[in-house]
């Protein structure tokens, strides 16, 4: 199984941006697509963005796409989230994922991930 560590989340005004990156040790980086998701207080876990494990593939969120990029490094362990334009309701604690078993993009769900890393806070202030 592979550790994640979320970090870069922070306070930020509407139209602003920030990078989210997620660290990942304990098993080979480059077998797993990567997944973003969010929460938001009193909502489910949702799929924000995805990338596939040699990053070629992407997936987005109708929510988010045209503001957000997700890229990784395989080199570095490393998957990232450039929120740009950001707004109100994109505040949400944001977390990463690993998929071993190479889900097409779309399809991952918060459900199909039995742990989870402690997340990194996003809030946009209007």
């Known amino acids: 199984q592979v550790q994640l560590v979320e970090s870069g989340g922070g306070l930020v005004q509407a139209g602003g941006s920030l990078r989210l990156s997620c660290a990942a040790s304990?098993?080979?980086?480059?077998?797993?697509?990567m997944g973003w998701f969010r929460q938001a207080p009193g909502k489910e876990r949702e799929l924000v963005a995805a990338?596939?494990?040699?990053?070629?593939?992407?997936y987005y969120a109708d929510s988010v796409k045209g503001r957000f990029t997700i890229s990784r490094d395989n080199a570095k362990n490393t998957v990232y989230l450039q929120m740009n334009s950001l707004k109100p309701e994109d505040t949400a604690i944001y977390y990463c994922?690993?998929?071993?078993?190479?889900?097409?993009?779309?399809?991952?769900?918060?459900?199909?991930?039995?742990?989870w890393g402690q997340g990194t806070q996003v809030t946009v202030s209007s």
């Open positions: 990338i596939s494990r040699s990053g070629r593939n992407t």
């Open positions: 994922n690993a998929d071993p078993l190479l889900r097409p993009l779309a399809t991952m769900r918060a459900q199909d991930f039995g742990s």
């Open positions: 304990g098993r080979t980086f480059s077998n797993y697509h």
